[in-house]
């Protein structure tokens, strides 16, 4: 979730920042003496964005899903509620 500002300073909401595949993809790091391989380097930051471009795919059909089950809830419950007698209507 994006960073919210308060006094010119962030503000933490509580919810971690998504790292994007193509963030990814496209870091880059210092060179060093005694470096890694390159290639290395980008197969596996590949490997790291396919899988979170999988993850945030699956996050947003869930949401979906949860949002779908959460509107028949409603639509269920406003359909019982409607059969239903009102409280204190009876011999009782």
């Known amino acids: 979730m994006a960073q919210v500002y308060r006094s010119g300073q962030p ?11 193509h963030e ?8 060093r003496r005694r470096g890694v391989d390159p290639d290395q380097v980008r197969e596996f930051q590949a490997q790291v964005a396919d899988e979170l471009t999988d993850l945030h795919r699956q996050v947003r059909l869930l949401s979906q899903e949860n949002d779908r089950l959460k509107r028949a809830l409603r639509d269920w419950q ?14 009782w």
């Open 11 to 21: 503000y933490g909401t509580g919810h971690p920042a998504r790292l994007t595949p």
């Open 24 to 31: 990814v993809r496209t870091r880059t790091f210092d060179p």
């Open 78 to 91: 406003t359909m019982h509620a409607r059969e239903c007698r009102p409280p204190n209507e009876g011999p």
